[in-house]
């Protein structure tokens, strides 16, 4: 009939929009290239702002002693104490405590959430048992991961450029986040020092590198996206300062804001920018990460709703709630096995409240998020690979078997079986068979909050 002609035909130029050949994403990949090695020289503000972390010497594997890590940055928020026993011994103990950040603070006021933060660190911190406090004259030392763009000053020192995924409160723009952090830790009287403030991505660098020095890279794909890599101290232009002795930087590329005329860009991205709390901005993070996958399926839906009647005569009023179709469970649809796709049903009433649904609904649903998220995937591939680029990790050098680590962390990739895939076969197809033997992704589990930990330990005053 009519109605599932339109609504093929919108899936069919859903597919094509959303279309990543190999070609394309080389484009991208070129692309990225480019703009890395404009932000790198420009102090002016570029797209890829390619900011300079303080970072010059990685854990080499013997950080010993016990840490504390905050790690801000997205839904939750973590509170972490992290027992590090060198080379031989590893991460030897791992504890944490997670809550989720109330949405009213994302859009409040700076003392709000600060107060908050060291609430829950204060709290943390309190329940432990005498064995683990600090000796006498002796301060607890915290690394503070914040997964947002900061122009940083030392490693424990930053202003905040601007927010991103979904936060957004004014008065903490253009301020010292540790300063911010530390004026709360004393107003609730809570000995302890910040010794690091880290990027998730670099925290993600760092506790790969604890564990394995083949570490090039770290990426993270959870609520929001972004890279840091690291790059040689002299082919940082801006870089003002000393060469380190390393001759090493982490870069904390803020990848998410990459844009690109090679982005293949549909009507429902542009609207979803358009309604964001950060239109223009972030434009790669917006058709990659985990905020924004559902609901670009969301708008789909909604679009084949309206104009194909696609859940019959009415349009769902819930399809209309902007965020109302999470990730998660787009996810938990796209991998729906059962032979009448009974999970899709499941979420399609429950969520959407959309009854009585035909197994041939439920396809074209599950065929929508394949198209979603095969093109985040493949276009987080097309970074990575623009990333090895940069470096010269893209291809085997004659009689070398340099090997390059790229570590990856967030919920989308820890989670999102189908993501995960698409993104490492299609690295493999960028590189060809020869230099796909000398690359590996590999999944370092809370690199974040125990990076921050270790880039603290390398940063103590009690060295
Ligand atoms: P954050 O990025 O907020 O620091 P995480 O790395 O834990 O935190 O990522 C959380 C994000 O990961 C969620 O916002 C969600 O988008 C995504 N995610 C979590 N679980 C799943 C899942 N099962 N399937 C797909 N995406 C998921
Ligand atoms: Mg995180």
């Excluded at 080389?26 to 797209?47: F, I, K, N, Y």
């Excluded at 048992?129 to 006498?136: D, F, N």
């Excluded at 770290?218 to 996206?225: F, P, S, Y």
Aim: charge should be negative.
């Amino acid at each position: 009939s009519g109605k599932w002609g339109r609504a093929e035909a919108l899936v069919r130029e859903l597919e094509e929009q959303c279309g990543t050949p190999i070609a394309k994403l080389r484009q991208v990949a070129d692309a990225m290239e480019v703009e890395m090695h404009a932000g790198l020289a420009s102090q002016a503000p570029t797209r890829l702002q390619m900011l300079i972390t303080f970072v010059h010497n990685l854990p080499s594997g013997d950080e010993k002693g016990l840490y504390y890590a905050l790690d801000l940055g997205g839904t939750n928020f973590r509170t972490l104490r992290v027992h590090l026993g060198g080379k031989e011994k590893g991460v030897v103990k791992l504890e944490s405590e997670e809550v989720s950040i109330p949405p009213q603070l994302m859009t409040g006021s700076s003392q709000e959430l600060f107060d908050f933060i060291a609430a829950q660190l204060a709290k943390f911190v309190s329940s432990e048992p005498e064995e683990l406090h600090p000796p006498p004259g002796r301060q607890r030392e915290l690394g503070f991961t914040f997964s947002f763009p900061v122009k940083q000053t030392s490693i424990a020192s930053g202003n905040l450029i601007k927010w991103t995924k979904g936060f957004n409160i004014e008065d903490v723009v253009g301020q010292d986040v540790v300063g911010e952090l530390t004026k709360a830790l004393q107003r609730i009287g809570l000995d302890m020092r910040v010794a690091a403030l880290v990027n998730d991505t670099v925290g993600t660098v760092a506790r790969a590198r604890f564990s394995d020095q083949d570490v090039i890279a770290g990426v993270i794909l959870g609520t929001g996206t972004n890279a840091a890599y690291v790059e040689s101290a002299h082919a940082i232009p801006k870089w003002q300062g000393l060469l380190p002795k390393s001759g090493e930087m982490v870069i904390n590329m803020e990848w998410g804001n990459f844009s690109s005329s090679h982005l293949p860009l549909t009507e429902y991205d542009q609207a979803l920018d358009a309604d964001s709390l950060n239109p223009g901005e972030q434009i790669f993070e917006k058709i990659i990460s985990g905020m924004y996958l559902g609901d670009i399926v969301r708008r789909v839906l909604l679009k084949m709703a309206e104009e194909a009647d696609f859940f019959g005569d009415t349009v769902p009023p819930k399809l209309r709630i902007p965020f109302i179709l999470r990730t998660p469970d787009m996810s938990k649809m796209h991998h729906d096995t059962t032979p009448d796709l009974k999970e899709v049903g499941k979420k399609l009433k429950d969520i959407l409240e959309i009854n009585n649904t035909s197994l041939k609904m439920r396809k074209i649903v599950v065929e929508v998020c394949e198209i979603v998220a095969a093109r985040g995937a493949r276009l987080s591939a097309a970074g990575v690979f623009g990333i090895l680029k940069k470096i010269g990790r893209d291809k085997v050098k004659a009689g070398e078997k340099q090997k390059s680590v790229v570590a990856l962390d967030g919920g989308l990739f820890e989670h999102y079986t189908k993501f995960r895939s698409s993104l490492e076969s299609t690295i493999k197809v960028l590189l060809g068979d020869e230099a796909a033997e000398t690359v590996s992704i590999e999944h370092f589990n809370d690199g974040s909050g125990i990076g921050a930990a270790l880039l603290a330990a390398s940063n103590s005053h009690y060295l």
